[in-house]
């Protein structure tokens, strides 16, 4: 009798480990899911604001390059000084990418951590 009662409450813990694995298994699909579809938009996001920007960037170069060309005579001049600070930001921001990358980090762990 007591052996018969011991096999049930095996039986049944068994399904019931059963189930929670199965309902786990559900819960981290789903939670995966919000994960990359927060990723997937916000990357999708940031293309589009990030190429208009990009673009704004371009046309305001553009323009700054010709304005700096009339002001020295030379159009060429303009874009060459304007070619040479972009190089320079590009050189400044890849010496500075161990502290910029810092805080981008601190932030996303953050989210993901707390928010999720």
């Given amino acids: 009798m007591a ?4 096999k049930d409450a095996l039986i049944e813990t068994d399904t019931d480990i059963r189930s929670y694995l199965k309902n786990s298994e559900g819960y981290l699909q789903l ?4 994960i990359l579809m927060r990723l997937v ?3 999708v996001q940031g293309l589009l604001v990030g190429s208009m920007l990009l673009l ?3 046309v305001l ?4 390059s010709y304005a700096i060309g009339e002001l020295l005579d030379n159009i060429w001049y303009g874009f060459a000084i304007v070619g040479v600070f972009f190089i320079f930001l590009a050189l400044l921001f890849y010496l500075l990418r161990k502290h910029i990358n ?3 980090i601190t932030f996303f762990s953050t989210y993901y951590f707390d928010k999720l």
């Fill in 3 to 6: 052996f018969d009662k011991f």
């Fill in 56 to 58: 704004a960037l371009f």
């Fill in 102 to 104: 810092k805080p981008i």
């Fill in 41 to 43: 938009t916000a990357f």
């Fill in 61 to 64: 170069a553009l323009g700054a």
């Fill in 31 to 34: 939670k995966v899911f919000k």
